[in-house]
């Protein structure tokens, strides 16, 4: 069975903080995806990032960065010099190639970033 | 230019009343999802759909059905609504094809049972 743990329930930070988003999955399956979803106050799920197993490149995009670890089975999202705009529910989610073919997401990390 | 449609985006319903929450995309998309989240539990999936007239259960089924009878059309349909079904009830879609390249979600229906 699949499981994806996001442990950390809510972080704060003062703005222009880096803050790393931790994120850990299961699966038995050797070809599957992984993604981010931000979840702004307006409630829309918005898509951050794709990673398929096969490709265990870090991705630098502006500020955001994602590092993907098969050994520990983990894909942690990190901010740098955070901004009030930040501020959003972040979503880790698992998708496999084979069985059931649907999103199965972790329980959410909620990001307060302060001025 | 949008893609999912949930017809609302509040609802106060009573116990014991049917309750119809409705999805629409327009891309042409095969794959439809419910998901509930709730805080804490993060998305759960209720039911989906790869094709008109076709149905799966999710993890978390009970309490529910879903009808899609056109392409563009997924309802997930409370039988007899009760406190613990109050939520935030997201709708999703994807295309069927090799890859996946993740979903695009409806805006959201808070639901609210008294």
């Known amino acids: 069975a699949q499981k994806v743990t996001q442990a950390q329930t809510e972080i704060s930070v003062v703005e222009k903080e880096d803050v790393t988003l931790d994120c850990v999955y299961e699966t038995r399956d050797t070809t599957y995806y992984l993604f981010w979803y931000k979840q702004p106050p307006s409630g829309e799920l918005v898509f951050l990032i794709r990673?398929?197993?096969?490709?265990?490149q870090n991705e630098i995009s502006g500020r955001y960065s994602w590092n993907f670890q098969k050994s520990t089975s983990s894909f942690n999202f990190t901010i740098t010099a955070s901004q009030v705009v930040d501020s959003a529910v972040y979503f880790c989610a698992l998708f496999m190639d084979t069985g059931r073919r649907a999103l199965t997401f972790g329980s959410g990390t909620r990001l307060q970033v302060q001025p | 230019d949008v893609k999912v449609t949930q017809s609302s985006r509040y609802l106060v319903k009573r116990t014991g009343e049917k309750v119809f929450l409705e999805c629409v995309q327009d891309?042409?998309?095969?794959?439809m999802f419910w998901y509930r989240q709730d805080p804490g539990l993060g998305l759960r999936l209720i039911y989906f759909s790869y094709d008109v007239k076709m149905k799966e259960k999710g993890d978390i089924p009970e309490g529910y059905s879903v009808s899609r009878e056109k392409k563009e059309r997924f309802s997930l349909i409370l039988e007899s609504a009760s406190t613990n079904q109050t939520s935030m009830y997201l709708c999703?879609?994807?295309?069927?094809?090799?890859?996946?390249?993740?979903?695009?979600f409806g805006s959201g229906t808070r639901l609210t049972v008294v």
């Open positions: 990673r398929n197993s096969f490709d265990e």
């Open positions: 891309m042409d998309h095969e794959n």
């Open positions: 999703a879609s994807s295309p069927h094809h090799r890859g996946f390249y993740g979903y695009t």
